[in-house]
């Protein structure tokens, strides 16, 4: 056949047609990549046409979207008998608590304990009645388990109408400026009573009693634009400053010392706003 060796030619025929199918399948390969690139670049685009996000699957949230905030405050919840959560009361505490409430109508009663003053003030707050009782739980445990404990306290809540009876006589003319009469009683047995005033009613009896030192009639004018501010303030939010004392009558000094700041009252030193206040 010429000097052609024919198994040679057939063996370099082989040799291209695989050549060739190996191209083949690399120019198909190559040409599949660039029409994934395509569509995954169409996607992100109308993706970014959606407002939308894309992070291996695809998010339906829109950009600018805010997560509505939560509802939950950072204290534990109290259940429908006023307990808070993760307190386990004995039968005997419990009915001791239903048997309270029974009697006492015009009270709130929450069992709770509290390691601040901002935690105190948010449990004894939980209430609509005349009168707020916050009890730690091992005190009601130990009134549940002795009658001398019992009565000792069930005093202290029999006497509080006579308590805030004797507070709004000693404030006078000034006792519609606080709210919320409260008691509480922590694990030690101490008792404390506490009122909310208005932080507008203080401000302004400050810059009132200012007003009266000085004479100025520039002051004055000053000191009516800001009543009525407050006013306008009272009206729109009731903000309150919580005042706690030992007593009934420290309490009347704390909110007059706080109502009139440049005036001593029944001659008693009075310091910040629930501390102690010493003779």
């Known amino acids: 056949m010429n000097g052609i060796n024919y198994s040679t030619l057939v063996g370099n025929s082989n040799v291209y047609q ?13 040409a599949a990549r660039t029409a994934d690139s395509r569509k995954t670049s169409d ?27 939560s509802t939950k405050t950072k204290y534990k ?80 809540l029999s006497g509080a109408g006579d308590k805030f009876k004797e507070f709004k006589d000693g404030l006078g003319a000034d006792a519609d400026k606080v709210t919320g009469f409260s008691i509480s009683i922590d694990m030690d047995g101490k008792v404390s009573y506490a009122v909310k005033l208005l932080q507008g009613m203080a401000k302004s009896s400050a810059e009132r009693a200012k007003s009266q030192q000085e004479k100025a009639a520039q002051e004055r004018q000053e000191e009516r634009v800001q009543e009525r501010r407050d006013a306008r303030k009272q009206a729109e939010e009731e903000r309150y400053e919580k005042l706690q004392a030992d007593t009934v009558e420290e ?10 700041p440049q005036e001593q009252t029944d001659g008693m030193n009075i310091q910040a706003s629930g501390q102690t206040v010493t003779e």
């Open 18 to 30: 695989s050549g060739s199918i190996t191209e083949d399948i690399v120019s198909k390969s190559a």
């Open 77 to 156: 919840a109290l259940d429908a008998d006023g307990v808070q959560e993760g307190i386990q009361l004995s039968d005997g505490a419990k009915k001791l608590l239903s048997e309270l409430k029974e009697k006492y109508g015009n009270m709130q009663f929450t069992v709770a304990t509290w390691s601040s003053d901002e935690e105190e003030e948010y449990y004894a707050s939980q209430t609509s009645k005349d009168y707020s009782v916050l009890i730690n739980p091992e005190l009601l445990e130990k009134m549940a388990a002795d009658e001398s404990v019992r009565a000792e306290y069930e005093a202290v």
């Open 43 to 69: 996607a992100r685009q109308t993706n970014a046409d959606m407002d939308t996000y894309e992070s291996g699957q695809a998010r339906t949230a829109r950009a600018g979207y805010e997560r509505p905030k």
């Open 251 to 260: 309490l009347i000094a704390a909110v007059k010392n706080k109502l009139y």
